[in-house]
């Protein structure tokens, strides 16, 4: 029986440092998140990023815009940039249609973007010294360090190859030495792949995915997605927990793994971003 990864508690461990760090900073590290129109998905993060700003000390403000142009919505990210009490901006995603997301994410400032999207921060990730890492793959890495372990070696298999998750995710392990897998919706023989990992991170967004009979005995499994169970209305991920738990040596569940996580790791990284603009140290480095 797999050791169960316990996401909402390291989260929490995660955001008390926080708390104690930001105590010791000159001035309260600022958040400014910005949400456009009325999905109610983007609205529930939207409030739990308020939530987590106070626990952790930080002046967080939103934005929130039942409409507006990409031009307006470009000066309203211009003015945040040059505004020297915002350490973070997050456009939440996803924007209207009508509005061009790359050139938004684009026009943040990289030193202020905590979703770590924009393309220096990729780069930076991709040829090392980053001080912004992807939320949802750095919550990943924290999982692995806070349980000891050690993806030297390992064969890691990512399934999914989104720009938010999957890539990134390959990324941040191949950086601690592991042998990494992209698999995705061309890959001819999934379970063939994943049978081979002694590391299955999956981020395809498509329930049931992942079965007990696609998964190594002892593999580590990271459950990533988060999708509405259309007849329960329950939230459940791409693996078959109950069924794949009896086989992985860890295991996350959904929800309360890598969610908090995500959450955990923007504070982290509002936190680095308010360091750097206050000109110490970063830690990360
Ligand atoms: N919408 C869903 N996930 C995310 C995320 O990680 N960042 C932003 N900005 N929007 C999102």
């Given at each position: 029986?797999?050791?169960?990864?316990?996401?909402?508690?390291?989260?929490?461990?995660?955001?008390?440092?926080?708390?104690?760090?930001?105590?010791?900073?000159?001035?309260?590290?600022g958040?400014?998140?910005?949400?456009?129109?009325?999905?109610?998905?983007?609205?529930?993060?939207?409030?739990?990023?308020?939530?987590?700003?106070?626990?952790?000390?930080?002046?967080?403000?939103?934005?929130?815009?039942?409409?507006?142009?990409?031009?307006?919505l470009?000066?309203?990210?211009?003015?945040l940039?040059?505004?020297?009490?915002?350490?973070?901006?997050?456009?939440?995603?996803?924007?209207?249609?009508?509005?061009?997301?790359?050139?938004?994410?684009?026009?943040?400032?990289?030193?202020?973007?905590?979703?770590?999207?924009?393309?220096?921060?990729?780069?930076?990730?991709?040829?090392?010294?980053?001080?912004?890492?992807?939320?949802?793959?750095?919550?990943?890495?924290?999982?692995?360090?806070?349980?000891?372990?050690?993806?030297?070696?390992?064969?890691?298999?990512?399934?999914?190859?989104?720009?938010?998750?999957?890539?990134?995710?390959?990324?941040?392990?191949?950086?601690?030495?592991?042998?990494?897998?992209?698999?995705?919706?061309?890959?001819p023989?999934?379970?063939?792949?994943?049978?081979?990992?002694?590391v299955?991170?999956?981020?395809?967004?498509?329930?049931?995915?992942?079965?007990?009979?696609?998964?190594?005995?002892?593999?580590?499994?990271?459950?990533?997605?988060?999708?509405?169970?259309?007849?329960?209305?329950?939230?459940?991920?791409?693996?078959?927990?109950d069924?794949?738990?009896?086989?992985?040596?860890?295991?996350?569940?959904?929800?309360?793994?890598?969610?908090?996580?995500?959450?955990?790791?923007?504070?982290?990284?509002?936190?680095?971003?308010?360091?750097?603009?206050?000109?110490?140290?970063?830690?990360?480095?």
């Open positions: 029986m797999a050791i169960l990864i316990d996401g909402k508690q390291l989260a929490i461990d995660v955001r008390t440092r926080i708390k104690e760090a930001t105590a010791k900073l000159p001035r309260r590290p958040l400014a998140v910005i949400l456009v129109g009325e999905d109610p998905a983007s609205q529930v993060y939207v409030r739990n990023k308020e939530k987590d700003c106070i626990h952790c000390g930080f002046a967080g403000q939103t934005f929130r815009m039942e409409d507006c142009s990409e031009e307006e470009l000066a309203l990210i211009e003015r940039n040059k505004n020297e009490n915002i350490d973070g901006i997050l456009v939440q995603l996803p924007l209207p249609a009508h509005i061009n997301e790359r050139r938004i994410l684009e026009a943040i400032d990289p030193d202020k973007d905590v979703d770590a999207f924009h393309p220096a921060n990729v780069g930076r990730m991709v040829v090392g010294k980053p001080v912004l890492l992807p939320c949802t793959p750095a919550g990943v890495m924290e999982m692995f360090h806070a349980y000891g372990i050690d993806l030297a070696g390992k064969h890691c298999v990512v399934v999914g190859r989104s720009n938010i998750v999957g890539k990134p995710m390959g990324l941040l392990m191949l950086r601690e030495d592991a042998t990494v897998t992209f698999c995705h919706s061309k890959t023989d999934l379970a063939a792949c994943t049978r081979e990992a002694d299955l991170v999956v981020a395809a967004g498509r329930q049931g995915l992942i079965s007990a009979d696609m998964v190594k005995e002892g593999a580590v499994v990271i459950d990533v997605a988060m999708n509405r169970d259309p007849e329960t209305g329950k939230f459940t991920g791409d693996v078959l927990f069924e794949v738990e009896k086989k992985a040596s860890y295991i996350t569940p959904v929800p309360g793994g890598v969610g908090p996580m995500t959450r955990a790791i923007l504070m982290q990284n509002v936190y680095a971003a308010a360091r750097h603009h206050m000109g110490l140290d970063t830690e990360e480095e």
